[in-house]
């Protein structure tokens, strides 16, 4: 399950998504999870559908590594649609048995949850697929830098943001490891009752955190050697320029966005 996860990872290439400025990239992602939150008609779920798998097929990210990333919320969409089919009872029954009431409402709405939950993660995790975390950190600077006139900390809160999701996979391999040692040890983490299990997380967890606490300090003494001071004076090696190809991209994903809000109003 832990090498299922692939939050944070980022595959190279040089495809037509790749190439696309990060600050594109961000603000199409923005604008297709607004798309699959403000639309409550199946047409919208549906159009989301066909822009996300165009953006697979662009990216030339493989789909199984779509599908690997929606391995680890398997549990959290099995009881979204339960929560979902057996909580909503208005609208036509299909099934009634004693308490247990399923109405076409509840199906409905059951399906239509899990389809944008999986859309979601499956769209998002493109932008971490086609964008170095390098990348990441300066398009979130730039987009938000018209607060750095109000004092806001904007470089540091970017660096926060990418320093925590590009440790992600390095503390997910941290994890592996120290479940692989714990197993040589002797250590059962599969079998036992409930209590056992939760006896056997401990000895993770705290080698994990002591992990992690020392690799943060280390990625400050590093910092501090090399003089590091924030964004003040910071000079770029990349530039970010917009080209032709991300103003079609915007305006592409805008006009699509408006399609789905006015389909949603007239349906």
């Given at each position: 399950?832990?090498?299922?996860?692939?939050?944070?990872?980022?595959?190279?290439?040089?495809?037509?998504?790749?190439?696309?400025?990060?600050?594109?990239?961000?603000?199409?992602?923005?604008?297709?999870?607004?798309?699959?939150?403000?639309?409550?008609?199946?047409?919208?779920?549906?159009?989301?559908?066909?822009?996300?798998?165009?953006?697979?097929?662009?990216?030339?990210?493989?789909?199984?590594?779509?599908?690997?990333?929606?391995?680890?919320?398997?549990?959290?969409?099995?009881?979204?649609?339960?929560?979902?089919?057996?909580?909503?009872?208005?609208?036509?029954p299909i099934f009634e048995w004693?308490?247990?009431?399923?109405?076409?409402?509840?199906?409905?709405?059951?399906?239509?949850?899990?389809?944008?939950?999986?859309?979601?993660?499956?769209?998002?995790?493109?932008?971490?697929?086609?964008?170095?975390?390098?990348?990441?950190?300066?398009?979130?600077?730039?987009?938000?830098?018209?607060?750095?006139?109000?004092?806001?900390?904007?470089?540091?809160?970017?660096?926060?943001?990418?320093?925590?999701?590009?440790?992600?996979?390095?503390?997910?391999?941290?994890?592996?490891?120290?479940?692989?040692?714990?197993?040589?040890?002797?250590?059962?983490?599969?079998?036992?009752?409930?209590?056992?299990?939760?006896?056997?997380?401990?000895?993770?967890?705290?080698?994990?955190?002591?992990?992690?606490?020392?690799?943060?300090?280390?990625?400050?003494?590093?910092?501090?050697?090399?003089?590091?001071?924030?964004?003040?004076?910071?000079?770029k090696m990349r530039q970010l320029?917009?080209?032709?190809?991300?103003?079609?991209?915007?305006?592409?994903?805008?006009?699509?966005?408006?399609a789905v809000i006015l389909v949603?109003?007239?349906?």
């Amino acid at each position: 399950m832990l090498r299922d996860i692939t939050l944070g990872q980022y595959f190279p290439g040089t495809s037509f998504v790749h190439r696309l400025d990060p600050r594109t990239k961000i603000i199409i992602t923005a604008a297709f999870i607004a798309t699959l939150f403000i639309g409550s008609n199946p047409v919208c779920l549906e159009a989301g559908a066909v822009f996300c798998a165009a953006a697979v097929i662009v990216s030339r990210i493989p789909v199984k590594m779509i599908l690997k990333s929606l391995k680890p919320i398997i549990m959290i969409l099995a009881v979204t649609s339960l929560l979902n089919l057996f909580l909503i009872n208005s609208g036509i029954p299909i099934f009634e048995w004693k308490f247990i009431k399923i109405t076409y409402t509840g199906l409905r709405t059951s399906i239509f949850m899990v389809v944008r939950i999986a859309l979601l993660v499956a769209g998002t995790s493109l932008l971490t697929y086609t964008t170095s975390p390098i990348l990441l950190t300066d398009a979130i600077e730039r987009l938000m830098s018209p607060l750095a006139k109000i004092k806001f900390p904007v470089h540091d809160l970017a660096m926060m943001m990418t320093i925590a999701l590009r440790f992600v996979p390095t503390l997910i391999e941290e994890t592996d490891k120290i479940m692989s040692a714990q197993k040589a040890r002797g250590v059962d983490m599969d079998g036992g009752r409930i209590a056992d299990k939760v006896k056997a997380v401990i000895p993770i967890i705290i080698p994990l955190f002591i992990s992690a606490v020392r690799r943060a300090g280390e990625l400050a003494t590093a910092m501090e050697c090399r003089c590091y001071r924030g964004g003040e004076g910071r000079t770029k090696m990349r530039q970010l320029k917009f080209g032709v190809s991300d103003v079609l991209a915007i305006l592409f994903s805008l006009y699509f966005m408006a399609a789905v809000i006015l389909v949603n109003i007239f349906l």
